[in-house]
């Protein structure tokens, strides 16, 4: 059990992540079909990820703040169709978030927050039952949770459960998915 997160254990997270959305690029195309169903989402999101992991392999964050601001970097220089440039917002107010922080407990609840923030303020027209939907939903739990006093590993499998749940539901947040 960790009861902080370092740049090391930082970027573990994200080469995983990486690994996890390319294993699951077809389902993800599958699941999109907001604006349109266009298919390549998790293609694009894919692609973008990936960009952030060959950076990361590259480097040795000391830093959960500099870790952050690799890949926060790699992933808008990366970032790929509307899924990759809203992942790379939601990383880019990760980062500035963590910023001079040489790791992150809970509080990195608060950074999600402000990750959804940055990400929210890009889109023109943000709607239910999109991505962001389901990472603001997971970054709000995340922050309840860390205020009940959690470690920030329980903070975070909150927030995973919470985007699980959330994906679940999002064919009845928008008209267009129904």
Not at 149 to 163: H, K, P
């Amino acid at each position: 059990m960790s009861k902080e997160i370092t740049g090391a254990l930082f970027k573990q997270m994200i080469l995983h992540g990486a690994a996890a959305i390319t294993a699951q690029k077809q389902a993800i195309n599958d699941l999109n079909v907001f604006p349109v169903p266009d298919g390549d989402t998790g293609t694009n999101m894919s692609m973008t990820i990936a960009t952030a992991a060959e950076a990361l392999r590259k480097a040795a964050p000391a830093s959960v703040g500099q870790a952050s601001s690799v890949t926060a970097s790699a992933l808008l220089q990366g970032a790929r169709g509307n899924s990759g440039v809203i992942l790379s917002l939601l990383f880019r107010g990760l980062s500035k978030a963590l910023k001079g922080m040489e790791t992150a407990d809970a509080t990195f609840a608060a950074a999600m927050q402000e990750g959804v923030s940055a990400a929210y303020k890009a889109v023109m027209k943000p709607a239910e039952g999109t991505v962001l939907t389901v990472s603001r939903l997971a970054a709000k739990r995340a922050v309840d949770t860390a205020a009940e006093g959690a470690d920030v590993e329980a903070t975070l499998a909150a927030a995973i459960e919470e985007g699980y749940d959330a994906l679940a539901q999002t064919t009845d947040m928008n008209p267009v998915l129904k």
